[in-house]
């Protein structure tokens, strides 16, 4: 169902898909509001009064980032404990993976709903998939 913004409490992470790619295998992300006085690099797909979205995939191997360590702005990878840190880009700071989660860019529309204005700010989940 689509989602408004005050749909998404602070501190909480919400599952999102960007609408007609439900089914895609590299589209899970989810949305969270943290405080935007906190960021010390903006999220890549930009921020909406500190509510941003990032793709669910470790940038590893893949597997959902849900582990979520509340009031860090960090989250967890539980499959080789990857570490990514929302508050300076989701850039990782611990594990095997080595790049960002890359950012949803998001604007609400003119019927107050979340929507994505544009695909993910770089390849989402493993950087194998994206290999030729
Ligand atoms: S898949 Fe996330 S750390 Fe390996």
């Known amino acids: 169902r689509p989602l408004r913004p005050q749909d998404v409490p602070a501190e909480t992470m919400v599952g999102v898909f960007?609408?007609?790619?439900?089914d895609a295998g590299d589209a899970p992300a989810f949305a969270v509001r943290l405080d935007p006085g906190r960021f010390s690099r903006p999220p890549a797909g930009g921020q909406l009064d500190g509510l941003a979205v990032w793709s669910l995939l470790c940038t590893h191997a893949g597997c959902p980032v849900r582990l979520y360590l509340k009031g860090t702005g960090r989250v967890l990878c539980p499959c080789h404990q990857s570490s990514f840190d929302r508050l300076a880009g989701a850039r990782?700071?611990?594990?095997?993976?080595?790049?960002?989660?890359?950012g949803l860019p998001i604007e609400v529309g003119p019927d107050g709903f979340l929507r994505?204005?544009?695909?993910?700010?770089?390849?989402?989940g493993a950087g194998f998939w994206s290999r030729p």
């Open 18 to 22: 960007p609408e007609g790619n439900v």
């Open 92 to 102: 990782p700071i611990a594990g095997p993976a080595a790049r960002p989660l890359p």
């Open 116 to 124: 994505a204005t544009g695909d993910f700010t770089a390849p989402p």
